[in-house]
């Protein structure tokens, strides 16, 4: 079982960057895909980014391509989601998220959960 713990969110004005750390726990995190999902206020939860096992492969949701970048430390079992120009739309909790194994492409493998951390922007 993998614990995930994320941390950095906040409140930011429309334009502004912050960035998400997850602090992976329990397992081998080389082994395993990681990604960011969120739910905004009235929404489902959705998908954000994914990572491969070795950071090599990454994938992104539409509406965050050319704005987000996520990526990862093994050395460190942590992940990052770096946002920037960021918009009133992005305010959500985000969610940090694990599938048994290296399946980044497929979101709906996510099974293992943080608490999420808010992050809300002004316009």
């Known amino acids: 079982q993998v614990q995930l713990v994320e941390s950095g969110g906040g409140l930011v004005q429309a334009g502004g960057s912050l960035r998400l750390s997850c602090a992976a726990s329990?397992?081998?995190?080389?082994?395993?895909?990681m990604g960011w999902f969120r739910q905004g206020p009235g929404n489902e939860r959705e998908f954000v980014a994914a990572?491969?096992?070795?950071?090599?492969?990454?994938t992104y949701a539409d509406s965050v391509k050319g704005r987000f970048t996520i990526s990862r430390d093994n050395a460190r079992n942590t992940m990052y989601l770096q946002m920037n120009s960021l918009k009133p739309e992005d305010t959500a909790v985000y969610y940090c998220?694990?599938?048994?194994?290296?399946?980044?492409?497929?979101?709906?493998?996510?099974?293992?959960w943080g608490q999420g951390t808010q992050v809300t922007v002004s316009s």
């Open positions: 990572i491969s096992g070795s950071g090599g492969s990454t």
């Open positions: 329990g397992r081998n995190f080389n082994n395993y895909a």
């Open positions: 998220a694990a599938p048994d194994g290296d399946y980044y492409l497929f979101p709906s493998l996510f099974r293992s």
